[in-house]
T-cell receptor
């Protein structure tokens, strides 16, 4: 079967750095996405990786290792508004997204 | 309209009733999707459409039907609602013809079936 694993919840301090991990086992791989979802709102796109390596976009970076079936989202200089759930999704061989259950990130002052 | 809209925002429905959730996008995206989101589970694909006039089944299609008569609209119908269909429903769209193909999501419909 297909599986995306992420930690259920993480806590970090304002101004700090946090890394959210995602491991996947899917039938095929056509890219990995990270989305942010604030409570009661829709998911919004953060990043996309299809090749191995690091993609940087401001305070957020995403890393992919296809051989290990592993990705992480790195958030720097954490702000209170970063409190949200972070969803990892993999596009499979049918070009459909398989979603992890999400990681709830709690930021403390 | 800017982006993707859904209606209603929320609904309480008696079991056995028929319900249509509406979704409209103005981005001229070819692909559209319906997901349900339940606590502790990832988004699960119900149905999708790669282009107007075609639809396909996702991971959890039973009890739901869709149509795609034109590019902009993608309604989801529950023929006879059951309590297990209580969920938050998200419609999404993407331009799947090249590039990153990220999905853009509507604000969601919170459905409670009693």
């Amino acid at each position: 079967g297909q599986n995306i694993d992420q930690p259920t919840e993480m806590t970090a301090t304002e101004g700090a750095i946090v890394q959210i991990n995602c491991t996947y086992q899917t039938s095929g791989f056509n890219g990995l996405f990270w989305y942010q979802q604030h409570a009661g709102e829709a998911p919004t796109f953060l990043s996309y990786n299809v090749l191995d390596g690091l993609e940087e976009k401001g305070r957020f970076s995403s890393f992919l290792s296809r051989s290990k079936g592993y990705s992480y989202l790195l958030l720097k200089e954490l702000q209170m508004k970063d409190s949200a759930s972070y969803l990892c999704a993999v596009k499979d061989s049918n070009y459909q997204l398989i979603w992890g259950a999400g990681t709830k990130l709690i930021i403390k002052p | 309209i800017a982006g993707i809209t859904q209606a209603p925002t929320s609904q309480i429905l008696a079991a056995g009733r028929r319900m249509t959730l509406r979704c409209t996008q103005d981005m001229r995206h070819n692909a559209m999707y319906w997901y349900r989101q339940d606590l502790g589970l990832g988004l699960r694909l119900i149905h999708y459409s790669n282009t107007a006039g075609t639809t396909g089944k996702g991971e959890v299609p039973d009890g739901y039907s869709v149509s795609r008569a034109n590019t902009d609209d993608f309604p989801l119908t529950l023929a006879s609602a059951v309590p297990s269909q209580t969920s938050v429903y998200f419609c999404a769209s993407s331009d799947s013809r090249g590039g990153v193909n990220e999905q853009f999501f509507g604000p969601g419909t919170r459905l409670t079936v009693l």
